[in-house]
């Protein structure tokens, strides 16, 4: 079983940056990436950046060039540094693990004030 535990969310203005962290630990075989999930209310849940165990990385097209995903294997971490934010990019920030299955974080909220 894998435990994923998420911080770094709160409150911002438009234009201000904060930064997400996720440690993993547990049953951690064979994973195959680590990434970032949002969720806005009355939205579906949607993937907002994610980073292979290789380094290939990918983003939502509405966060490339504002947020930088980056992973430290040793720590079994991610982070994602997001700058220049919007209020659309409020929203419950999920950390996700994919191995033989996806594991979820419980979620950290991030509310940035126009």
């Known amino acids: 079983q894998v435990q994923l535990v998420e911080s770094g969310g709160g409150l911002v203005q438009t234009g201000g940056s904060l930064r997400l962290s996720c440690a993993a630990s547990?049953?951690?075989?064979?994973?195959?990436?680590m990434g970032w999930y949002r969720q806005a209310p009355g939205k579906q849940r949607e993937l907002v950046a994610a980073?292979?165990?290789?380094?290939?990385?990918s983003y939502a097209d509405s966060v490339k060039g504002r947020f930088t995903i980056s992973r430290d294997n040793d720590k079994n971490s991610v982070y994602l540094q997001m700058n220049s934010l919007k209020p659309e990019d409020t929203a419950v920030y999920y950390c996700?693990?994919?191995?033989?299955?996806?594991?979820w974080g419980q979620g950290t909220q991030v509310t940035v004030s126009s």
């Open positions: 547990g049953s951690l075989f064979s994973i195959k990436a």
């Open positions: 996700a693990l994919w191995a033989s299955d996806l594991s």
């Open positions: 980073i292979t165990s290789g380094g290939v990385i």
